[in-house]
C-alpha cells in the first residue's frame, strides 16, 4: 500500500572510507566504531528528519517540506551532525588504547552529505515503508561524483540547485558542478567543504552573558528537540505564530545564509535585529536597536532528555547605572516582550508542529540503528 505523493528533502550521510576500514580491520572493533558513529548521526538529525534507512555505510533520510518548512535548517543539521562526528571521532582517536588496526584508523574516516529536494512516495513492503520515486534515484545517483578528485574535500556536503532553490539558501565559496547522470540528464550541485565549516566553528569565540553581567536570567523548558526549538526562536516566519504583534522579516543574510552579520527587523515595532553570535542548535546571541534604545539578548539550548532547556539572558546596552538598568530591563521583559505570555505560546506552537509531524505516515522500514 502507498501513501500519496509528498515533496520534501531526501539525504544521504556517506561515511568516506567505510569499504576500506571494515575489509582491512577487526570485525569485532571495527563495527563497534560504525556503531558509535551511526547511533551520534541518527541521534543528531532525527527526529527533525525520518530514518528511512542504514545502508551499508550511509544513512538514508527524508524530510517532508511540511516538517522542515526553514530550508536554512536543513544546512544546519548537516554541518552540526558533522561537527558531532569530528568531535567523536576526535574523542575515540584520543582515548584509543587498542593496538588493532581498527583503533589506528579511525582517524582515516571521514563524512559526507548529498541532498536534493523532489518528490517521493511512501511504499509499503511487507509491512515495512520506505520513500520511492526518481527523486530517491537521483539522491543516491549524487554519490558518485567528482568532488574530491576536483577539490579535495573528504568531508563536503553537496547539494542539487533545486535544493538550494527550495532552502533559499545561497551559500558563498561553494564548488559548482555539472553532472550527467543517466536517465537525469545534467544535474547542477553545489558543495561546500565541511572540514573548513568545522574549523570556523571550532575557531569562534561565543559571545554570551554571565549571570552577573545579564540584568535579566531566566531559564525554561520546552518538549521539542534543540534544533526545532532554535527554528522557531530564530526564523522570522515562525516567529509569527507566537509572537503577538510581531512582524519579522530578514532583511540581509551575509553569505547568502543567516549567521553572523544577519539583520532582522520588525515592521510593526520598527526594531532592528543584529545577530552577534550564530552557533546552531547551540546559542544565538543578538543586539536589538531602535533609536536611543539598544540591548543584548541571548538565547542557549541544551539538550534535556526528549525536550531543551532554554536560558534567556537579556542585557539593556544603555549608559545608566546598573541600579537603575536592572529594574528597567525587567520592565522590559516582563511588559514589552511579554515574556512569560510569549514562553507559553511558543510552547503551544511547538506541541501543534510536533502533532502535525505525527500525523503525517511515516517511513519504519530498515531504521533500526545499529548495535553498539
Not at 97 to 104: G, H, N, V
Not at 199 to 214: G, V, Y
Request: hydrophobic content about 40%; charged content about 25%; proline content about 5%.
Amino acid at each position: 500500500m502507498a501513501s500519496g505523493v509528498q515533496k520534501g528533502y531526501l539525504a544521504l550521510a556517506d561515511i568516506s572510507g567505510y569499504t576500506r576500514f571494515m575489509a582491512e580491520t577487526e570485525l569485532d572493533h571495527s563495527q563497534g566504531i560504525m556503531a558509535a558513529f551511526f547511533n551520534t548521526l541518527i541521534r543528531h538529525l532525527t527526529p527533525r528528519m525520518q530514518l528511512a534507512e542504514v545502508e551499508g555505510d550511509a544513512l538514508f533520510l527524508y524530510a517532508p517540506i511540511q516538517q522542515m518548512s526553514r530550508g536554512e535548517t536543513l544546512m544546519e543539521l548537516i554541518e552540526s551532525a558533522y561537527v558531532d562526528f569530528r568531535r567523536l571521532q576526535l574523542t575515540m582517536v584520543r582515548n584509543a588504547d587498542c593496538p588493532c588496526t581498527a583503533c589506528a584508523g579511525i582517524a582515516s574516516l571521514d563524512l559526507k552529505f548529498v541532498a536534493h529536494y523532489g518528490e517521493f512516495a511512501l511504499q509499503e513492503y511487507a509491512g515495512k515503508s520506505k520513500p520511492v520515486g526518481s527523486s530517491v534515484n537521483l539522491v543516491h545517483r549524487l554519490l558518485k561524483n567528482n568532488v574530491r578528485e576536483a577539490k579535495g574535500w573528504h568531508g563536503y556536503a553537496l547539494f542539487t540547485n533545486t535544493a538550494l532553490e527550495r532552502m533559499d539558501v545561497y551559500p558563498l565559496n561553494t564548488f559548482e558542478q555539472t553532472q550527467n547522470y543517466e536517465h537525469f540528464g545534467d544535474v547542477v550541485t553545489y558543495s561546500s567543504n565541511l572540514d573548513e565549516r568545522y574549523r570556523e566553528l571550532m575557531e569562534q569565540k561565543p559571545l554570551s552573558l554571565t549571570r552577573e553581567e545579564a540584568d535579566v536570567w531566566k531559564s525554561f523548558r520546552l518538549d521539542a528537540p534543540p534544533s526545532l526549538v532554535w527554528e522557531f526562536l530564530n526564523d522570522p516566519g515562525r516567529r509569527l505564530g507566537w509572537m503577538k504583534g510581531s512582524a519579522w522579516h530578514s532583511i540581509e543574510r551575509p553569505g547568502g545564509r543567516t549567521g553572523r552579520g544577519s539583520k532582522n527587523h520588525c515592521s510593526n515595532s520598527d526594531v532592528i535585529e543584529h545577530v552577534l553570535d550564530w552557533r546552531p542548535f547551540d546559542r544565538c546571541t543578538v543586539r536589538f536597536e531602535k533609536k536611543f534604545f539598544r540591548a543584548l539578548m541571548v538565547n542557549e539550548l541544551k539538550p534535556d532528555g526528549e525536550g531543551t532547556l532554554v536560558e534567556w539572558q537579556l542585557k539593556l546596552d544603555l549608559p545608566i547605572p546598573r541600579p537603575l538598568r536592572v529594574p528597567m530591563a525587567k520592565f522590559v521583559a516582563s511588559r514589552v516582550m511579554d515574556w512569560e505570555g510569549r514562553v507559553e505560546a511558543l510552547g503551544k506552537s511547538l506541541q501543534s508542529a510536533l502533532s502535525e509531524q505525527e500525523s503525517r505516515p511515516t517511513a519504519t522500514a530498515g531504521a533500526s540503528p545499529p548495535a553498539a
